[in-house]
Nanobody, 122 residues
């Protein structure tokens, strides 16, 4: 069984910074991509940042230039450095592992963490 555990959320003033971490545990052969999503109250969950195994990254327009995603492939960890935070960045941030294989021959599956709250005050 693969589990994702996030850490690092909290309360910060606008303009401040927070760092999120996510560790995937269990029997893992490979992970295609690791992603951060967020869900604000009353809104749909949205992709914030994505990093594939080769290191290519992708960001939502709203966070480009302020957030940085990075990954430790050997430890199956993903990080999100969030700078210049805005009140609209408030929400629950979810870690997602995309295309996880337990062995070379198993089908790919997606897994989600439980989420961590990020609150940015104005």
């Amino acid at each position: 069984q693969v589990q994702l555990v996030e850490s690092g959320g909290g309360l910060v003033q606008a303009g401040g910074s927070l760092s999120l971490s996510c560790a995937a545990s269990g029997t893992i052969f490979s992970i295609d991509a690791m992603n951060w999503y967020r869900q604000a109250p009353g809104k749909q969950r949205e992709l914030v940042a994505r990093i594939i195994s080769g290191g290519t990254t992708q960001y939502a327009d709203s966070v480009t230039g302020r957030f940085t995603i990075s990954r430790d492939n050997a430890k199956n960890k993903v990080f999100l450095q969030m700078n210049s935070l805005r009140p609209e960045d408030t929400g629950v941030y979810y870690c997602n592992a995309d295309g996880v294989r337990i062995t070379r021959l198993t089908v790919r599956r997606d897994y989600w963490g439980q989420g961590t709250q990020v609150t940015v005050s104005s």
